[in-house]
């Protein structure tokens, strides 16, 4: 395994994760690592953040054991290889990441396509997978009546060539909005720059576009509706994997309500929820102790821990 320290290293009292690299593929993964201990919590983030979403998170359970938390490929300080960007591709350098460090038996945590892309990594590898933590995430195929109005013009927007283009690739409207309009707490300048750094061309946006162009909604696009449905099945009768999902309220931008509380509830085995308070959408900003403590009481709960 060829490891290096990234260049974007951080050790602080607050944050003692440091981030390293290791080659895949054709490119590189960047993580966050921090703890020691034999089962690796592995916290995956969406769109358009990166292992940043984490770093107030992490600390809550990087005394219990080892966690890591890895930047998607083409996001944070990760390689930006010359790909679609599509969902196959993303499944494709994180497979080669697991691989590439080795790690076997895991929990993971996912939020936004974060949880996407851990619930279709449960469902083709379940002997692999000891947990599931899940936040604000896509639990199940959408349709657009689902969506409120505001959130359904927005991703037709997106969806729509050229003018997703100009939204995301020129405007940059994912980085500039997203840490004041789906969080309960604007972000400081100090914050957002991390999540602002890896994108300073709109070549370098194409995956930031990528992820709401696949939003598995009126049946398409018809690869990740497949996925969707798979993993849905895969909630269903795993019941000797026990998962979390952590809810909030407070805000119009949540992924996750009532309604979708109720279907987990009834679809979704060995599942047990627990609320965090109110928070928007990306809910690691809002509420980053109330989280990172929920998930360390449920590993301790299920014996996932060292201690």
């Known amino acids: ?6 260049g974007g290293t951080r050790t602080t009292e607050e944050d003692p994760a440091t981030m390293a690299t290791v080659d895949v593929i054709d490119s590189h993964i960047a ?13 995956l983030h969406g769109n358009p953040t990166s292992s940043h979403l984490w770093r107030n998170v992490t600390p809550h359970v990087s005394g219990r054991t080892r966690t890591l938390a890895p930047d998607l490929i083409g996001m944070g300080a990760s390689g930006k290889p010359d790909i679609d960007y599509a969902f196959a591709d993303q499944v494709r350098y994180l497979d080669a990441w697991f691989d590439a460090m080795g790690l076997d038996e895991v929990v993971l945590v996912g939020h936004d ?32 009546a689902e969506l409120p109005d505001r959130a ?4 037709e927007a997106f969806r729509t060539p050229g003018v997703g283009e100009r939204l995301v690739l020129e405007e940059n ?7 004041t309009g789906a969080v309960l707490n604007p972000l400081g300048a100090a914050d957002v720059q991390p999540y602002r750094d890896p994108y300073p061309t709109p070549r370098s946006r194409r995956p930031l576009l990528a992820w709401p162009r696949m939003m598995p909604i009126d049946g398409a696009p018809a690869d990740v509706v497949a996925r969707v ?11 000797e ?9 407070s805000s119009p931008t949540l992924l996750i309500g009532e309604e979708l509380i109720a279907w987990s ?8 929820i627990e609320h965090c308070g109110p928070a928007g959408h990306h809910a690691p900003e809002d509420q980053p102790d109330a989280i990172g403590a929920a998930i360390a009481r449920w590993l301790d709960a299920q014996g996932l821990t060292a201690h």
């Open 1 to 6: 395994m060829n490891v290096r320290r990234a």
């Open 241 to 249: 994997v026990p998962k979390l999902l952590l809810t909030f309220d």
């Open 229 to 239: 449905t798979a993993y849905d099945a895969w909630l269903a009768a795993s019941a």
């Open 152 to 155: 359904r013009s927005r991703f």
């Open 265 to 272: 509830r009834e679809h979704i085995a060995a599942l047990e």
């Open 113 to 144: 396509w974060g949880g996407v892309l851990a619930l279709d990594r449960a469902a083709r590898h379940p002997a692999r997978v000891r947990g599931v933590v899940l936040l604000e995430t896509m639990l199940k195929p959408l349709a657009s």
């Open 173 to 179: 409207i994912f980085i500039e909005t997203a840490f």
């Open 31 to 43: 993580y966050a690592e921090a703890g020691a201990g034999p089962l690796p919590v592995v916290f």
